[in-house]
C-alpha cells in the first residue's frame, strides 16, 4: 500500500491556482481512492498503480494548456492494509492524548 503526496502546478499562470488545482482535485475525488487535501498539496492512498494513474491523469489534464508544469512527489510504500491516512494521525493523537488539527 502505497501513500503518496503530490503538489502540481503550472508556470507562468499568475498566482491564482485554483483552477489548476481544482481541475486535479477532481480527477482525485473521481478516481475513488482515499485522499486528503492540505494547503500545500494532497495525499492520496493505493496501490503502486492506481496513486501512480491518478498521478498522471492530473498530468495530463495539466499538460492540455500549461506549457510548463512543476510536479513533487513523496512516496511512503508499507506492505499490508490501507487506511493509514488516518491511521499514521489517529496513532500521534493516541500518544499525545488528544486530538490534532488536520
Do not use: N
Not at 500545500?40 to 495539466?62: D, L, P, R
Not at 493509514?84 to 488528544?98: F, N, P, Q
Amino acid at each position: 500500500m502505497v501513500l503518496l503526496e503530490f503538489s502540481m502546478s503550472p508556470f507562468g499562470k499568475g498566482e491564482s491556482l485554483s483552477p489548476y488545482v481544482a481541475r486535479s482535485l477532481d480527477i482525485i475525488d473521481q478516481s475513488g481512492l482515499p485522499y486528503q487535501l492540505t494547503p500545500m498539496g494532497t495525499i492520496i492512498e493505493g496501490e503502486w498503480a492506481e496513486v501512480m494513474a491518478v498521478v498522471a491523469a492530473c498530468f495530463e489534464a495539466m499538460s492540455a494548456d500549461c506549457e510548463r508544469i512543476s510536479t513533487q512527489i513523496k512516496i511512503d510504500y508499507r506492505a499490508g492494509p490501507g487506511g493509514r491516512i488516518k491511521a499514521k494521525v489517529a496513532a500521534v493523537e493516541d500518544r499525545l492524548g488528544r486530538k490534532l488539527s488536520t
